[in-house]
């Protein structure tokens, strides 16, 4: 009698990387939001188009992947979170017209601001002044990922915000 083959486990199933974003960061765990085309209107992106960044915080899928990487590099170098820092990120429309409305001179019109994009970010902890050493880290660092403190918010651009933040894909 001939001994039968002793059974062979089972390879594990190969789990299927995840799709690099457009920045070549890793996207954000859990989110499949795509980056709106030419038929979406500033403020009025929805789940499908927004990834959650921790905080209550959403952003674009790319502007998201790369911040969520500013933040681990943050995190690495200091011990602390840039994510618990975000005061503001996507604005719908009518957030928009809330915040024009509260601060005059001071909010995009409405329908313009790279918020209803969801590709700007404004960060306290620091960051909400411009000898702040969260504002120099940033100054420092984020453009390494693709994030810029614009001309316009800099000191003395046409409305100084240390605490504004762009995200440009094509930087």
């Known amino acids: 009698m001939t001994a039968a083959p002793a059974p062979t486990a089972a390879a594990p199933a190969a ?6 974003s457009p920045t070549g960061f890793p996207p954000v765990p859990g989110c499949d939001a795509t980056i709106p085309g030419g038929d979406v209107a500033n403020g009025e ?12 915080q959403q952003l674009r899928p790319d502007a998201a992947a790369s911040f969520v990487a500013l933040d681990a590099f943050y995190r690495a170098e200091t011990g602390e979170g840039l994510i618990e820092c975000v005061t503001d990120s996507y604005r719908s429309y ?11 001179g001071l909010a995009a019109v409405p329908g313009t601001s790279e918020h209803g994009w969801g590709l700007a970010v ?7 002044s411009f000898d702040g050493a969260l504002y120099d880290w940033l100054d420092d660092n984020a ?17 100084p ?8 894909p094509d930087s």
Not at 45 to 56: A, V, W
Not at 161 to 168: L, Q, R, V
């Open 45 to 56: 992106l929805g789940d499908e188009h927004l990834c959650g960044i921790g905080s209550g």
């Open 122 to 128: 404004d960060v306290g902890c620091g960051a909400n």
């Open 15 to 20: 789990t299927p990387a995840p799709t690099p």
């Open 94 to 104: 009518e957030a928009q017209v809330d915040v024009a409305e509260r601060k005059p």
């Open 161 to 168: 915000e240390p605490w504004h933040w762009e995200f440009t």
């Open 143 to 159: 453009g390494e990922f693709g994030w810029d403190n614009p001309d316009w918010a800099r000191p003395g651009g046409s409305t």
